[in-house]
Nanobody, 112 residues
Framework: QVQLVESGGGLVQPGGSLRLSCVASGFTFRSSYMNWVRQAPGKGLEWVSSIYPDGSKSTYADSVKGRFTITRDNAKNTLYLQMNSLKSEDTAVYYC?????RGQGTQVTVSS
């Protein structure tokens, strides 16, 4: 079965950085478009970023463009999200997702 396991969240000060990871199993990772989505307290799911199966192209929400970078390692079945210049409004549960599935999420809290 499809499993997506995120890690790397935590508490960070504004302006800080975090790197999220997502280990995938149960499907052909190297053939799959992958995404990061997030859900802030009291709000709905927000798309953050997507990446092509071969990693050749990525797209970003305007709210994170220039600060976040999505990458993948198909040899390790792992998706990453490098988050720099974090802001309080980035506070959310971050989920790794593919069509029809998402993981359990990892909490990111940006606060001084």
């Amino acid at each position: 079965q499809v499993q997506l396991v995120e890690s790397g969240g935590g508490l960070v000060q504004p302006g800080g950085s975090l790197r999220l990871s997502c280990v995938a199993s149960g499907f052909t990772f190297r053939s799959s478009y992958m995404n990061w989505v997030r859900q802030a307290p009291g709000k709905g799911l927000e798309w953050v970023s997507s990446i092509y199966p071969d990693g050749s192209k990525s797209t970003y929400a305007d709210s994170v463009k220039g600060r976040f970078t999505i990458t993948r390692d198909n040899a390790k079945n792992t998706l990453y999200l490098q988050m720099n210049s974090l802001k309080s409004e980035d506070t959310a549960v971050y989920y790794c997702a593919k069509a029809g599935y998402r993981g359990q999420g990892t909490q990111v809290t940006v606060s001084s």
